[in-house]
C-alpha cells in the first residue's frame, strides 16, 4: 500500500503568529463595515424619502460592479471553491481532477473586493434595501487572508499549496464571522465548515481560533456595535415539549428551504426576465421600492427595510406582528435580486425569530426561548451548519437551553432540504435528495 505523510498538521508558532496579526487586521475592517452600515441606516432613518433612491441604488451597484469587475459579484463562490479545491489537493493530490483543476489553482481573491463590498454595502443600507452585512464581512475577512498569504509568498519568495492558501481564507472568514456577532467560537467553526460541511478542516483549527478570538478583542476595543439579544428564559425539558421543539423544528426547516428556494427562484426570474444586467436591477428594485412602500402603508413602520435588527429584540417580547416574517421575506428575496450586497444571515435571523415568537400562544415555552429556537433553527437550515449555529445561538442567548437548542438545530438542519444560501457548498450526503422541491 502506498503511503505518505499527509499535511494534516501545520507549524503552530508560525500560524499562531500569522493568525494574531490577522485578527488585528479583520478586526478594525470589520468595525468599519458595521460603523458603515450603521452611518447608512442613520441617514435613511433621518431622511426617510431616501427610500425613493432604491432604484438608483441598485443602478450604481450594478454600474460599479460591471466597471470594476462582474467576476467579483461571486466573490462567496470563489472562496468556497479555492477553499474545496484545497481539501481535493489533501485528499487527491494526483488525481485526474487535481490536473484538470490545476488552473483553479492559480486563483486568486482580488484586492479590489474589499473597497467595492464596503462602498456597495453602504448604498445598500444607505436606500433601505433589506440586506445584511455578514455576507460581505465574510467576504472581506476570506479576501484579507488571500492577501497576506500572498504578500508572505512574496517576501519570504516562497510559494504556497493551495490546501495552505485554504488555511489562509478560512481564518480570514471564520474570524470575520466571529467579530460580527462577538461569538468567536461560532466564528471557528463557521470558518472551518462553511465551504464544505462534509469536511471539518481541523488542520485549519488553530489559525482558525486565534484570528476570531484576536478580531473579536480587537473589534471589541474599538467598541464595535453587535447583535445583544436577550437572554433566553430556561424551562424544563420533558416528553411534551421535546415533541412541540421538533414541530417547531419541522416550520423553521420548512422556512429554511422556502427561503433558499425563493431566492434561488428570484435570481433565476429577473435573468430570465432580461439578461440586460442595468434592465435586471431596474425591474427588481423598482419592485423591491412598491413592495416597501405597500409594506411601510400597511405597517406604519420602515421597520422591514434594512437590516431590521429591532424585529429581532421585539419577537422575543413577542410584540411583533403576525406578518412580519412574510413581509422581511419578501424585501430581502427582491433585494438579492436587485443586485445589492449585504448578506442572508441578518435577514434569516430576523425571519426566524419573528416566526418563532408567533407560537407563543400554541406552546407552553417563553417567547424569548422560542424566538432564540426560530432564529437559529431557520440559520441552521438555511446554512447546513448546525454545529456552527449551535454554538452561535449560545454565545448570543446564553446558557439556559442548551439541550433543546441542539435538538431545535439538528432536527431544523434535517428538514431543511438540500439548497443553501451558500450557492458553492457542497451538502452533505445525509440529506435525502428526494426531499428537494
Same mark, same amino acid.
Given at each position: 500500500?502506498?503511503?505518505?505523510?499527509?499535511?494534516?498538521?501545520?507549524?503552530?508558532?508560525?500560524?499562531?503568529?500569522?493568525?494574531?496579526?490577522?485578527?488585528?487586521?479583520?478586526?478594525?475592517?470589520?468595525?468599519?463595515?458595521?460603523?458603515?452600515?450603521? %452611518?447608512? /441606516?442613520?441617514?435613511? !432613518? +433621518?431622511?426617510?424619502?431616501?427610500?425613493? &433612491?432604491?432604484?438608483? $441604488?441598485? @443602478?450604481?451597484?450594478?454600474?460599479?460592479?460591471?466597471?470594476?469587475?462582474?467576476?467579483?459579484?461571486?466573490?462567496?463562490?470563489?472562496?468556497?471553491?479555492?477553499?474545496?479545491?484545497?481539501?481535493?489537493?489533501?485528499?487527491?493530490?494526483?488525481?485526474?481532477?487535481?490536473?484538470?483543476?490545476?488552473?483553479?489553482?492559480?486563483?486568486?481573491?482580488?484586492?479590489?473586493?474589499?473597497?467595492?463590498?464596503?462602498?456597495?454595502?453602504?448604498?445598500?443600507?444607505?436606500?433601505?434595501?433589506?440586506?445584511?452585512?455578514?455576507?460581505?464581512?465574510?467576504?472581506?475577512?476570506?479576501?484579507?487572508?488571500?492577501?497576506?498569504?500572498?504578500?508572505?509568498?512574496?517576501?519570504?519568495?516562497?510559494?504556497?499549496?493551495?490546501?495552505?492558501?485554504?488555511?489562509? %481564507?478560512? /481564518?480570514?472568514?471564520? !474570524? +470575520?464571522?466571529?467579530?460580527?456577532?462577538? &461569538?468567536?467560537?461560532? $466564528?471557528? @467553526?463557521?470558518?472551518?465548515?462553511?465551504?464544505?460541511?462534509?469536511?471539518?478542516?481541523?488542520?485549519?483549527?488553530?489559525?482558525?481560533?486565534?484570528?476570531?478570538?484576536?478580531?473579536?478583542?480587537?473589534?471589541?476595543?474599538?467598541?464595535?456595535?453587535?447583535?445583544?439579544?436577550?437572554?433566553?428564559?430556561?424551562?424544563?425539558?420533558?416528553?411534551?415539549?421535546?415533541?412541540?421543539?421538533?414541530?417547531?423544528?419541522?416550520?423553521?426547516?420548512?422556512?429554511?428551504?422556502?427561503?433558499?428556494?425563493?431566492?434561488?427562484?428570484?435570481?433565476?426570474?429577473?435573468?430570465?426576465?432580461?439578461?440586460?444586467?442595468?434592465?435586471?436591477?431596474?425591474?427588481?428594485?423598482?419592485?423591491?421600492?412598491?413592495?416597501?412602500?405597500?409594506?411601510?402603508?400597511?405597517?406604519? /413602520?420602515?421597520?422591514?427595510?434594512?437590516?431590521?435588527?429591532?424585529?429581532?429584540?421585539?419577537?422575543e417580547y413577542g410584540t411583533t406582528s403576525a406578518l412580519a416574517p412574510l413581509y422581511k421575506l419578501?424585501?430581502?428575496?427582491?433585494?438579492?435580486?436587485?443586485?445589492?450586497?449585504?448578506?442572508?444571515?441578518?435577514?434569516?435571523?430576523?425571519?426566524?425569530?419573528?416566526?418563532?415568537?408567533?407560537?407563543?400562544?400554541?406552546?407552553?415555552?417563553?417567547?424569548?426561548?422560542?424566538?432564540?429556537?426560530?432564529?437559529?433553527?431557520?440559520?441552521?437550515?438555511?446554512?447546513?451548519?448546525?454545529?456552527?449555529?449551535?454554538?452561535?445561538?449560545?454565545?448570543?442567548?446564553?446558557?439556559?437551553?442548551?439541550?433543546?437548542?441542539?435538538?431545535?438545530?439538528?432536527?431544523?438542519?434535517?428538514?431543511?432540504?438540500?439548497?443553501?444560501?451558500?450557492?458553492?457548498?457542497?451538502?452533505?450526503?445525509?440529506?435525502?435528495?428526494?426531499?428537494?422541491?
Open positions: 500500500m502506498e503511503t505518505r505523510k499527509r499535511p494534516f498538521t501545520i507549524p503552530v508558532l508560525a500560524w499562531t503568529l500569522r493568525a494574531v496579526i490577522m485578527g488585528c487586521v479583520v478586526g478594525p475592517a470589520i468595525a468599519l463595515l458595521t460603523y458603515l452600515v450603521a %452611518l447608512a /441606516s442613520n441617514i435613511r !432613518a +433621518a431622511n426617510p424619502l431616501v427610500l425613493w &433612491a432604491i432604484p438608483i $441604488g441598485a @443602478l450604481v451597484t450594478t454600474l460599479l460592479y460591471q466597471k470594476i469587475g462582474p467576476y467579483l459579484k461571486e466573490g462567496s463562490s470563489q472562496v468556497i471553491d479555492m477553499i474545496n479545491q484545497g481539501i481535493l489537493d489533501i485528499a487527491h493530490p494526483t488525481s485526474i481532477g487535481y490536473k484538470q483543476d490545476h488552473s483553479a489553482h492559480q486563483q486568486r481573491i482580488s484586492s479590489k473586493m474589499i473597497p467595492l463590498l464596503l462602498v456597495n454595502t453602504f448604498i445598500t443600507h444607505l436606500v433601505g434595501a433589506s440586506g445584511g452585512k455578514e455576507g460581505v464581512g465574510v467576504q472581506i475577512g476570506a479576501s484579507i487572508g488571500s492577501i497576506m498569504g500572498r504578500i508572505e509568498e512574496r517576501v519570504l519568495n516562497s510559494p504556497k499549496p493551495i490546501h495552505q492558501k485554504g488555511i489562509w %481564507l478560512i /481564518s480570514g472568514a471564520g !474570524a +470575520a464571522f466571529g467579530a460580527l456577532f462577538n &461569538a468567536p467560537i461560532a $466564528g471557528t @467553526l463557521f470558518g472551518m465548515q462553511f465551504s464544505n460541511p462534509k469536511v471539518n478542516r481541523t488542520d485549519a483549527l488553530l489559525p482558525c481560533l486565534v484570528a476570531s478570538f484576536t478580531a473579536c478583542i480587537v473589534s471589541q476595543a474599538m467598541n464595535m456595535k453587535t447583535l445583544v439579544p436577550v437572554k433566553a428564559t430556561s424551562f424544563a425539558l420533558d416528553l411534551k415539549t421535546i415533541a412541540m421543539l421538533l414541530i417547531l423544528s419541522l416550520i423553521m426547516g420548512l422556512a429554511s428551504r422556502l427561503f433558499c428556494h425563493l431566492i434561488h427562484l428570484t435570481k433565476a426570474f429577473f435573468t430570465k426576465m432580461t439578461p440586460n444586467p442595468y434592465k435586471k436591477a431596474v425591474l427588481a428594485s423598482t419592485m423591491l421600492l412598491l413592495a416597501s412602500l405597500i409594506i411601510n402603508g400597511i405597517s406604519g /413602520s420602515s421597520a422591514y427595510n434594512g437590516l431590521s435588527i429591532d424585529l429581532i429584540l421585539e419577537a419578501i424585501l430581502t428575496a427582491l433585494t438579492i435580486g436587485s443586485g445589492f450586497v449585504g448578506g442572508e444571515v441578518i435577514p434569516i435571523l430576523v425571519i426566524g425569530a419573528t416566526t418563532g415568537s408567533l407560537f407563543a400562544s400554541f406552546m407552553p415555552i417563553p417567547v424569548s426561548a422560542l424566538s432564540m429556537f426560530g432564529a437559529i433553527g431557520m440559520l441552521s437550515g438555511s446554512t447546513k451548519l448546525p454545529l456552527a449555529c449551535f454554538v452561535l445561538g449560545l454565545e448570543l442567548y446564553g446558557f439556559g437551553n442548551p439541550t433543546a437548542l441542539f435538538l431545535v438545530c439538528s432536527a431544523s438542519f434535517i428538514f431543511s432540504g438540500r439548497l443553501s444560501i451558500y450557492e458553492r457548498q457542497i451538502i452533505p450526503d445525509g440529506l435525502d435528495a428526494s426531499w428537494d422541491v
